[in-house]
């Protein structure tokens, strides 16, 4: 585990590194084609501020922009008991040193990330759909995977990278639109030296500003999805139970609906792709789902690292994924079989998921400030923070309640 570790942290540093390089480049050409070959330097600072600047946002409130962006919401216990006794779980499992924060994000689509600076400042977070849709020993393999991006220090690579990548994504669009609706300065410079040779250095800036976002994408995904296969081997080995996270991956595979909140910079965050967009490709965050689920369903013989890197070389064709000295462990993992849950217990019903999703919406409401009354007649009433009015009708049995006496109960 610990040599795993380590080589995610130097791949982490050598792409970091990559990103910053194209970074600090892209801002040297454009300093260059604005104020001429004095610019280069001013143009490199303040490519370098920016993302220093960014890079502190990250540090100190990275995970909170993120877990807001995507609206997630931090949930107690008594929400939704079976998440929570699970995040316990693989939380003792991993030896994390503090249990994660969970958070749920109103959104149908099945999904789920984990964010954080740190395995002792870490969050979970899960869509609706995704608590809808999986059983108990689905959900395991989804919150094993997110853990062992927790304990693989992804959580933090992927925060700054994608920081890193929003930072050239901002250079090339300040300079593009720079250079259709400004231009002044560089029409004035190029005015100054030979006109031929000022133009090809516009020219190549202008390439540069366009290729630098598509490089930094190719780098952050290219290692991103390296990282999902990483964080399955990790999943199956915290659960003994390949199946599981294969089923789960199944049923978000099946999923039409994209993650409404998601994002070209936070996508990679997520177990699965979270734009229903057809097949994977270069610019594609994650690695062929069905291509997942074959590997794990591959693993016949046991649930350790050595077993997923032959089931990966057996589905894929392709060298293994695993560093070979965590190869070398000689512990077996025997592979558990599935929950001894009733077949009854094991699918949540239709009604029981009905149930569930309006528990769970109703603490969003009253987190966003939503006043809930209860009527007699057993209808809920769930009044938005800005109405306007002093009572309200119950739309079954036609009673008024006050608000001013009833609304805070």
């Known amino acids: 585990m610990w040599e795993l570790i380590r080589v995610n942290k130097r791949n982490s540093v050598l792409l970091l590194f990559s990103m910053a390089s194209v970074l600090l480049t892209l801002g040297a050409i454009i300093g260059y084609t604005w104020m001429g070959p004095q610019g280069a330097g001013p143009g490199l600072l303040i490519a370098l501020a920016v993302w220093l600047i960014l890079t502190l946002v990250s540090f ?86 997110e853990v062992s991006h927790i304990i693989h220090r992804d959580i933090l690579f992927v925060t700054l990278a994608g920081i890193m990548l929003g930072s050239i994504v901002l250079l090339s669009n300040i300079f593009l639109r720079g250079s259709l609706y400004g231009g002044g300065s560089r029409r004035r410079y190029s005015g100054r030296g030979e006109g031929g040779g000022q133009g090809l250095v516009i020219l190549i800036a202008l390439i540069a500003a366009i290729l630098a ?31 599981g996270l294969a089923s789960a991956l199944e049923k ?81 993992v025997q592979t558990r079989p599935a929950s001894s849950q009733p077949a009854a217990q094991a699918v949540p019903s239709a009604q029981a998921n009905s149930q569930q999703r309006i528990r769970i919406g109703d603490f969003i409401r009253q987190t966003q400030g939503f006043a809930m009354i209860a009527c007699p007649c057993g209808v809920k009433l769930k009044l938005p923070p800005n109405l306007k009015s002093d009572k309200v009708m119950c739309p079954r049995c036609k009673r008024i309640h006050p608000l001013n006496t009833e609304a805070g109960k």
């Open 213 to 243: 976002p598509l490089m930094a994408q190719i780098l952050y995904f290219a290692l991103s999805r390296k990282r999902e296969y990483l964080a399955d081997a990790g999943a199956v080995r915290l659960t003994r139970y390949p199946e």
């Open 252 to 332: 978000i595979a099946g999923s039409k609906i994209s993650v409404a909140t998601a994002n070209q910079v936070t996508a990679p965050m997520y177990i699965a792709n979270p734009f229903r967009n057809g097949h994977a490709n270069l610019f594609s965050t994650h690695p062929p789902i069905k291509e997942r689920i074959e590997v794990l369903r591959k693993m016949t013989y046991g649930s350790a690292y050595k077993d997923y890197d032959s089931a990966y070389q057996n589905v894929t064709g392709h060298t293994g994924i695993i560093p070979a000295s965590a190869l070398q462990e000689t512990e077996t």
């Open 60 to 145: 100190s409130s990275g995970d909170q922009i993120l877990l807001a962006s995507s609206g997630a919401v931090e949930v107690t216990p008594e929400v939704h008991p079976m998440l929570f006794n699970v995040v316990e779980e693989m939380k003792i499992a991993a030896g994390l040193p503090a249990m994660p924060k969970i958070y749920i994000i109103p959104d149908a689509s099945p999904n789920a990330f984990a964010t954080g600076r740190s395995p002792e400042h870490a969050a979970v977070a899960v869509t609706e759909g995704l608590l809808s849709k999986l059983n108990r020993d689905e959900l395991q393999g989804v919150i094993a995977h």
